[in-house]
């Protein structure tokens, strides 16, 4: 898989998953030196192959060779949740199919502190180059697990003692009113769509996210990195 971009190429790097590395003729010293200490070798072209190569201009001047990014197990974000000691916290997505937020988001995960990501076959973009680039990176740190199902899924959640919230813009309850000081998973839908109605009755609490301006919604990467900066911050011993 190609990825390009300067902040998911030195991630992938740190996580030595890098192959091979094209960097566009002209680019500045001070980046070269970045990419010359993890002892890579490097190759150069003319940026309009790095541009015919990523399919955009957009590529800022490297692009990196990397395995195929690859699904995760529920298991693994249970383990990094018991290996840190703390409550576990996942972010399930439900229908989000467009590229940037779910990368936006699984950044958010990665960098605010979930355990993972978990989305449905069917109902979710892939993992691709896009998303890793709008991850940052994050990819490389992050489980993100598919599930065949999410309502059965949630049922498996449930019966092991998580609870489950899903956000809703109506919702009667703001995030300010829920206790997030137990094992938890955050249901976020599809822009526009939201939550579907099956998944909606499996939660155990709708929560909203208050607003004051005359826009009434929020991006889904948005408001997913609201409610887990909230969840996690309100537990005890977060400040």
Request: proline residues 3%; hydrophobic residues 45%; charged residues 25%.
């Amino acid at each position: 898989m190609l990825l390009y971009g300067r902040n998911p190429v030195l991630e992938a790097l740190r996580g030595g998953l890098v192959q091979e590395l094209l960097v566009a003729h002209g680019v500045e010293k001070s980046f070269l030196q970045e990419l010359q200490a993890f002892d890579i070798r490097l190759k150069f072209a003319p940026r309009i192959e790095l541009d015919q190569l990523a399919g955009t201009t957009q590529h800022q001047g490297v692009i990196a060779e990397v395995e195929d990014l690859a699904w995760a197990s529920v298991d693994d974000m249970l383990d990094r949740a018991e290996a840190r000691g703390e409550t576990l916290l996942l972010v399930l997505l439900d229908g989000v199919t467009d590229p940037r937020n779910f990368g936006a988001i699984i950044r958010s995960a990665e960098v605010l502190g979930a355990h993972g990501v978990v989305v449905e076959e069917r109902r979710s973009a892939p993992l691709s180059a896009t998303v890793a680039k709008a991850a940052a990176g994050a990819t490389s740190f992050l489980p993100v697990a598919q599930v065949k199902n999410l309502p059965r899924f949630i049922d498996a959640l449930k019966e092991d003692g998580v609870w489950i919230y899903g956000a809703a813009g109506e919702a009667a309850r703001d995030l300010r009113q829920l206790d997030y000081d137990r094992r938890l998973a955050l249901v976020i839908g599809a822009e526009g769509e939201g939550l579907r109605r099956l998944v909606r009755e499996k939660c155990d609490e709708l929560v909203s996210i208050p607003v004051r301006g005359q826009v009434q919604s929020l991006n889904a990467s948005v408001a997913a990195s609201i409610l887990i900066y909230h969840a996690l911050a309100s537990r005890p011993g977060s400040r």
